[in-house]
């Protein structure tokens, strides 16, 4: 069973930056593809980007690429999203998540992919 925390949400201003952390506790973290999702009110939540197990590709959808960037530190188990250039669009609850998935020509993860989900954390973006 793996325990995944998420935290670094919060409020900011259009055109801001945040950086979100998800640590991982309770299983091998290296072993399992990372990803991000979001879900804002009264949407389903969507995929966001995905990090190989090593760390060495990426994928990410098209709304945040560019703005969006997800790496992770298998030393310490724990997955980062850095969020630059902010938009209200973005405001939702952010949850990590792990895969026990191949990860090779499909990087796009749907949820049942997904083996263990955090608890989401809030970030809102204000115009």
């Known amino acids: 069973q793996v325990h995944l925390v998420e935290s670094g949400g919060g409020s900011v201003q259009a055109g801001g930056s945040l950086r979100l952390s998800c640590a991982a506790s309770?299983?091998?973290?290296?072993?399992?593809?990372m990803a991000w999702f979001r879900q804002a009110p009264g949407k389903e939540r969507e995929f966001l980007t995905s990090?190989?197990?090593?760390?060495?590709?990426?994928y990410y959808v098209g709304s945040v690429k560019g703005r969006f960037t997800i790496s992770r530190d298998n030393a310490k188990a724990t997955v980062y999203l850095q969020m630059n250039s902010l938009k209200p669009e973005d405001t939702a609850v952010y949850y990590c998540?792990?895969?026990?998935?191949?990860?090779?020509?499909?990087?796009?993860?749907?949820?049942?992919?997904?083996?263990?989900w955090g608890q989401g954390t809030q970030v809102t973006v204000s115009s």
């Open positions: 998540a792990a895969g026990d998935t191949t990860y090779g020509s499909r990087r796009y993860l749907r949820r049942d992919d997904i083996t263990y």
């Open positions: 990090i190989s197990r090593s760390g060495g590709s990426t």
């Open positions: 309770g299983g091998t973290f290296s072993s399992y593809v």
